[in-house]
């Protein structure tokens, strides 16, 4: 199979969870931030498949709550942040900022995001980026252990990246992101376009990704902190990227 072709699937899981799988071998898959284990039982089952890793963005519990009966059924490698360690399940690779993991036919890049937890982390799989709760569409992850300033940090190392990564995050989240994204921006006629194709994919129950990343660096107010004239429109004027990443962030905290 040529290097590019990787293959991406969102199963739903706990209540807006996914669990994204992709293809390592014949037969054999990764599951990243498997929150239970029953429904990537069935996916393995149906595609007469076993399990050969599970990647973990961070510690908490709708990311990890299904390793262990996982681990007992299939034996896959755990994957997860050396950093974190302590309160991650037992880790066979445990990673760091900028390492590679070999995972059958794929490299995954390993890329540290404080923020939402300390020793959060990202993986980028050929185009593929398995966001946990850093980014989502039109949103980000709230700042339970880091600054703003840590976060902020973090998603300009994410906005680096290529306009064609695929952004696979780790919730479904994008209509309520996509109604806040409104409400900052109400004269904003490109955003406001989007609706019909979001309500269309949220309606039908669709996963709404993965997803470009360059069109969330477009859109996503979270990753435009540092633009004059989107600062100017919230009436931040003058204040410095991470200030106003902050003030967004606190009003979706209380929207
Ligand atoms: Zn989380």
Redesign the pocket.
Known sequence: MPEHSLRVEPIPALKDNYVWMFETAPRHWAAVDPGEAEPVRRYLESHSASLSHILLT?H?H??IGGVEPLRRQFGPRVIGAARDRHRLPPLDIAVQDGEQVEMGRWKAEVMAVPG??LGHVVYRVQDALFA??TLFRFGC?RL?EGSPEQMWESLLKIRALPDATQLCAAHEYTLSNFQFACFLEPNNTDLQGLLPEIFQQTDQEQPTMPWPLGKEKQYNPFLRADQPAFASTLGLSGQGAAQVFASIRKKRNSF
């Open positions: 961070h908490h709708d990311h939402h937890t946990g709760d992850g339970f």
